[in-house]
């Protein structure tokens, strides 16, 4: 690639196909990174780019998160993670990346008073709980109830008060629909919301409080759920953003968008890997607690088994959402006088996998599923609810590139490209 000056010619990529060379413009973002802009080449060249995975495909420019993945960064609008994590309530950093800035006192409180208002679900909507399989995986349910939710908020999409409006239902209204949908599941009465807690208490109020008697949520779960939501809350292009982006470029409504991307998320290469380690960790823990057989089957290629919760696409150095959250744990564990073997044999894990050749090569370090299922536990959260955690979680950042991508007069219906390497053209003839 020829690199100019900002003073000479704009700056181009040379390809060169077919004898043929062709510049493709050059740009850069705010932290340098590079962009080629391959819009025109297909008409240029007749030429498609060929990267599946998208591992090199930028799909958007986009002003909400930033990662380094080699250094360990990640910001939020700006702000190092571990400025946000720890240091705020969710619902504050929920609001900057939804509306770009931090909240002042003011816009605080009436986020807050509009979260917990449109945290109720609809009367009607709750009958929907009665008619889900026993067996549901929660994830199904929260998909399922968050695209019904267009059927009773119907709104008008080119008014942007009625968009925010369904933005705070969603974010008020998530947590709601994951509690009830644990309640139903283990046969007890629903726990409405209530005004005097924050996001994370009253979720935790919802999922373990019963009319038979008062609930105190203990202050050290209600802070590390506000560190962990915080921590899941953005990731950029990842499977299930990417996913809601796709949906929404159709200009599907809010709902639809947001439950294709809840749907993404379950899937146990994304969302669904903190269940993953669990039940990782507990075959380990049945098989006796021999982890070195399992280290070895994953290095072994004739084997599938990998060792869930090491390795990430973008964090090819440490994954500092896991750095922030073992910390949190530890807290955790020791206030709460936790003995966990099922920890034992994830520290151990965790140890032999980090000085192993095959892991260091490959850049395989512990990622955030590793600490989260194990935290999840600790805090009493049974693990079909660990991806529904991760959703409640990811809901700002879903909302926040939803905006953003509508607002982008560079969006168009997003349509990928193949290259055809199916039988060339076949006659049917009738007998
Ligand atoms: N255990 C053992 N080997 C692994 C693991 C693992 N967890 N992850 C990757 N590898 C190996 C691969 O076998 C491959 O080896 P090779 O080069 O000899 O063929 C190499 O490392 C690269 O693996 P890829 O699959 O190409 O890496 P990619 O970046 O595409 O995948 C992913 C990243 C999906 C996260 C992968 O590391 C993985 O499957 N991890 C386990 C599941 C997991 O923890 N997912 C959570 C991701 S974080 C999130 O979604 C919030």
Redesign the pocket.
């Known amino acids: 690639m020829a690199r100019k000056k900002k003073t000479e010619k704009p700056e181009v990529a040379k390809l060169i196909l077919h004898g043929k060379e062709y510049d493709l413009p050059v740009f850069t973002g705010t932290e340098n990174e590079i962009g080629i802009d391959i819009g025109r080449l297909r008409d240029m060249t007749g030429a498609i780019t060929y990267d599946p995975?998208y591992?090199n495909t930028g799909s958007c420019k986009s002003a909400i998160t930033y990662i380094d993945g080699d250094k360990g960064i990640l910001r939020y609008r700006g702000y190092p993670i571990e400025d946000l994590a720890g240091k705020m309530r969710f619902s504050a950093a929920a609001y900057l990346l939804i509306y770009g800035h931090l909240p002042n006192e003011e816009e605080f409180l009436e986020w807050r008073r509009a979260l917990t208002r449109h945290s109720f679900i609809h009367e009607s909507q709750i009958n929907f709980f009665d008619h889900f399989h026993p067996m549901a995986h929660p994830m199904n349910i929260l998909g399922s109830m968050v695209s019904s939710m267009s059927s009773f908020y119907p709104y008008d999409a080119e008014d942007p008060n009625h968009i925010d409006l369904n933005i705070k239902r969603l974010v008020g209204q998530v947590k709601t629909i994951a509690a009830f949908s644990y309640k139903k599941s283990i046969g007890e009465p629903f726990i409405y919301p209530r005004t005097d807690h924050s996001y994370a208490a009253n979720f935790l109020r919802m999922m373990f409080a019963t009319p038979a008697e008062e609930y105190e949520v203990p202050k050290v779960m209600e802070d590390a759920l506000d560190v962990l939501l915080i921590l899941h809350m953005d990731?950029e292009q990842?499977?299930s953003t990417s996913t809601v982006r796709m949906v929404g470029s159709s200009q599907a409504n809010i709902y639809a968008s947001i439950s294709s991307g809840i749907n993404a998320l379950w899937g146990?290469?994304?969302?669904g890997?903190n269940e993953?380690?669990l039940n990782m960790l507990a075959q380990i823990h049945a098989d006796g607690g021999n982890y070195k057989k399992y280290v070895e089957m994953?290095?072994d290629?004739k084997s599938k088994f990998?060792?869930?919760?090491?390795?990430?696409?973008v964090y090819k150095n440490f994954d500092p959402r896991a750095t922030l959250l073992r910390s949190v744990l530890d807290r955790v564990l020791t206030e709460m006088g936790i003995h966990d073997p099922l920890l034992d044999i994830a520290k151990n894990l965790e140890q032999v996998a980090l000085k192993d050749e095959?892991?260091i090569e490959?850049k395989?370090y512990p990622?955030?599923?590793?600490y989260s299922g194990i935290l999840y536990r600790a805090l009493g959260i049974p693990k079909e609810m660990f991806t529904v955690l991760?959703a409640i979680g990811r809901m700002p950042g879903w909302i926040a590139h939803w905006l953003e991508m509508r607002a982008d007069p560079d969006t168009k219906i997003q349509r990928p490209r193949q290259i055809y390497i199916g039988p060339t053209i076949r006659r049917y003839s009738p007998a």
């Open positions: 995975g591992m990731h990842n499977c146990k290469l994304h969302g890997a993953a380690v994953a290095k290629k990998r060792l869930m919760g090491f390795g990430h696409r095959f892991f490959r395989l990622n955030i599923d590793f991760f």
